[in-house]
C-alpha cells in the first residue's frame, strides 16, 4: 500500500520535477557565468590590468606609478603599457619633474584619452605630444579609463596639491561621462570620489552581470562585449527617454563638477580647454548640433574656456558605416590609430599648441 507521502509525490511529480529542472538550470547558469566572468571576460579584456591600475582613496582608481607590462590586452589586441613617475600613461615608465622650466599641458579624459588597444604614441595624445614637442610644449595624458568630471576634479586638484606646474588642462569630456555622473560617481564631503551604494534591481543587475550566463549573453553577446551601436549610455543626446530618465541628471552633476574645476584652475592661474567628440551612435544619427555640443560650448563661453568640437572630424559626407570601419576598433566604440589620427589634426587645426 502506498504511504501518504508517496501520494502526494504522484499527484504533484509534474510541479516537483519542474521545480528540481529550474533549480538545476538556475544552478548551471550561475556556474557557467561565473566562471565566464572569471576565465573569459576577465582574462581576454582586463589582463595585466592589476600590475598598472589600482583602488585610490581620493579619485576611485588610478595608475601605479612606474608601472610598466609588454602585453596589456584589450578585446583581442594586444599592446604595451607604461605608467611615469606621476601616475600618467607614457611611453615608457619614465622619472617626470613636477617642475619644469618649460611649457607643459595636461590632457585629462577617460579610456579614449587614456587610449585602450594602441600604443601610448598612437593615441591622440601621444601625436599632439609629438608635434607640440618640436615647439618646446612637454604634453601629459592624465587620462584614465572610466574617468569622469567627478574624477577630473578630484584628479587636478591632486596634481595642483603635489606642486605639479602646467599652463593648460586640456578636458575630453566623453559621451559616457554623463552615464557615470548619474550612476556612479558622488563626491564625498571630503572631497574623495566614492560610488554610491546601488540598490534594487540596479544592485540585482550588477550581480547577474558576473554570474549568469544567460544575462551575460543577453547583455553582450558572446563576445562579451557591449555592442557598437545602441548602449543606452551613448544615446542620451539622442533619445528624450534616456535623457529624462537619468541624461539631464547626469549632465547637471557633471556641470557643477566642471564649474568648480574651472574655479580651482582660475585660482591656480591655469588655462582650460574643453574637447568633446561623437560615439558610435552619434555617427550613425549624424548628431552634429548634439546637445553634448551646444551644451559644453555654452558652458566653456560662460566660464572662459577654450572650446574644440570634433564632431565634425567623424560627421562627415563619409557614410558612417565607412567611418565606424576606418576609425574604430571591429565591434568597440574605441578608436583604433585611425581614429586617434583623426582627433589629433582636428585638435591640432582648432588649437595649435605653438602658442599659449
Given at each position: 500500500?502506498?504511504?501518504?507521502?508517496?501520494?502526494?509525490?504522484?499527484?504533484?511529480?509534474?510541479?516537483?520535477?519542474?521545480?528540481?529542472?529550474?533549480?538545476?538550470?538556475?544552478?548551471?547558469?550561475?556556474?557557467?557565468?561565473?566562471?565566464?566572468?572569471?576565465?573569459?571576460?576577465?582574462?581576454?579584456?582586463?589582463?595585466?590590468?592589476?600590475?598598472?591600475?589600482?583602488?585610490?582613496?581620493?579619485?576611485?582608481?588610478?595608475?601605479?606609478?612606474?608601472?610598466?607590462?609588454?602585453?596589456?590586452?584589450?578585446?583581442?589586441?594586444?599592446?604595451?603599457?607604461?605608467?611615469?613617475?606621476?601616475?600618467?600613461?607614457?611611453?615608457?615608465?619614465?622619472?617626470?619633474?613636477?617642475?619644469?622650466?618649460?611649457?607643459?599641458?595636461?590632457?585629462?579624459?577617460?579610456?579614449?584619452?587614456?587610449?585602450?588597444?594602441?600604443?601610448?604614441?598612437?593615441?591622440?595624445?601621444?601625436?599632439?605630444?609629438?608635434?607640440?614637442?618640436?615647439?618646446?610644449?612637454?604634453?601629459?595624458?592624465?587620462?584614465?579609463?572610466?574617468?569622469?568630471?567627478?574624477?577630473?576634479?578630484?584628479?587636478?586638484?591632486?596634481?595642483?596639491?603635489?606642486?605639479?606646474?602646467?599652463?593648460?588642462?586640456?578636458?575630453?569630456?566623453?559621451?559616457?561621462?554623463?552615464?557615470?555622473?548619474?550612476?556612479?560617481?558622488?563626491?564625498?564631503?571630503?572631497?574623495?570620489?566614492?560610488?554610491p551604494k546601488r540598490e534594487g534591481l540596479a544592485r540585482l543587475g550588477n550581480w547577474l552581470r558576473k554570474h549568469s550566463l544567460v544575462y551575460q549573453v543577453a547583455a553582450f553577446g558572446w563576445?562579451?562585449?557591449?555592442?557598437?551601436?545602441?548602449?543606452?549610455?551613448?544615446?542620451?543626446?539622442?533619445?528624450?527617454?534616456?535623457?529624462?530618465?537619468?541624461?539631464?541628471?547626469?549632465?547637471?552633476?557633471?556641470?557643477?563638477?566642471?564649474?568648480?574645476?574651472?574655479?580651482?584652475?582660475?585660482?591656480?592661474g591655469v588655462a582650460l580647454t574643453v574637447v568633446v567628440y561623437p560615439w558610435p551612435d552619434q555617427i550613425v544619427a549624424r548628431d552634429l548640433d548634439s546637445l553634448q555640443v551646444r551644451h559644453?560650448?555654452?558652458?566653456?563661453?560662460?566660464?572662459?574656456?577654450?572650446?574644440?568640437?570634433?564632431?565634425?572630424?567623424?560627421?562627415?559626407?563619409?557614410?558612417?558605416?565607412?567611418?565606424?570601419?576606418?576609425?574604430?576598433?571591429?565591434?568597440?566604440?574605441?578608436?583604433?590609430?585611425?581614429?586617434?589620427?583623426?582627433?589629433?589634426?582636428?585638435?591640432?587645426?582648432?588649437?595649435?599648441?605653438?602658442?599659449?
Amino acid at each position: 500500500m502506498s504511504s501518504p507521502r508517496q501520494n502526494r509525490f504522484r499527484r504533484h511529480r509534474g510541479k516537483v520535477l519542474a521545480a528540481l529542472l529550474t533549480v538545476g538550470l538556475v544552478g548551471v547558469d550561475l556556474a557557467l557565468g561565473t566562471l565566464r566572468e572569471a576565465l573569459f571576460t576577465r582574462r581576454v579584456r582586463q589582463a595585466n590590468d592589476h600590475v598598472f591600475r589600482t583602488k585610490d582613496r581620493e579619485l576611485h582608481h588610478a595608475f601605479v606609478p612606474g608601472a610598466s607590462v609588454p602585453d596589456a590586452r584589450w578585446g583581442s589586441l594586444t599592446f604595451p603599457f607604461h605608467v611615469n613617475s606621476l601616475g600618467f600613461r607614457d611611453t615608457a615608465p619614465r622619472e617626470v619633474a613636477p617642475v619644469t622650466s618649460g611649457r607643459r599641458v595636461v590632457f585629462l579624459g577617460d579610456s579614449f584619452t587614456e587610449g585602450l588597444g594602441v600604443r601610448a604614441e598612437d593615441t591622440f595624445v601621444g601625436r599632439i605630444a609629438e608635434a607640440a614637442g618640436a615647439h618646446g610644449v612637454e604634453v601629459l595624458n592624465a587620462g584614465c579609463s572610466s574617468y569622469a568630471p567627478s574624477i577630473y576634479l578630484a584628479s587636478a586638484r591632486r596634481m595642483l596639491t603635489r606642486g605639479l606646474r602646467f599652463e593648460r588642462l586640456v578636458v575630453c569630456i566623453d559621451i559616457s561621462d554623463i552615464d557615470d555622473e548619474a550612476h556612479y560617481y558622488a563626491t564625498n564631503p571630503e572631497g574623495r570620489v566614492v560610488r554610491p551604494k546601488r540598490e534594487g534591481l540596479a544592485r540585482l543587475g550588477n550581480w547577474l552581470r558576473k554570474h549568469s550566463l544567460v544575462y551575460q549573453v543577453a547583455a553582450f553577446g558572446w563576445s562579451g562585449s557591449p555592442p557598437q551601436v545602441g548602449q543606452a549610455r551613448g544615446r542620451w543626446t539622442i533619445d528624450e527617454a534616456l535623457l529624462e530618465a537619468w541624461g539631464r541628471a547626469g549632465l547637471a552633476q557633471a556641470t557643477a563638477r566642471m564649474t568648480d574645476l574651472a574655479a580651482l584652475l582660475r585660482e591656480h592661474g591655469v588655462a582650460l580647454t574643453v574637447v568633446v567628440y561623437p560615439w558610435p551612435d552619434q555617427i550613425v544619427a549624424r548628431d552634429l548640433d548634439s546637445l553634448q555640443v551646444r551644451h559644453w560650448r555654452a558652458w566653456a563661453e560662460e566660464h572662459g574656456a577654450r572650446f574644440v568640437d570634433l564632431f565634425g572630424e567623424f560627421i562627415t559626407d563619409e557614410p558612417a558605416e565607412a567611418v565606424l570601419a576606418e576609425c574604430f576598433i571591429p565591434g568597440d566604440v574605441h578608436w583604433n590609430e585611425a581614429g586617434h589620427a583623426r582627433i589629433a589634426r582636428g585638435f591640432l587645426a582648432a588649437h595649435p599648441l605653438d602658442t599659449p
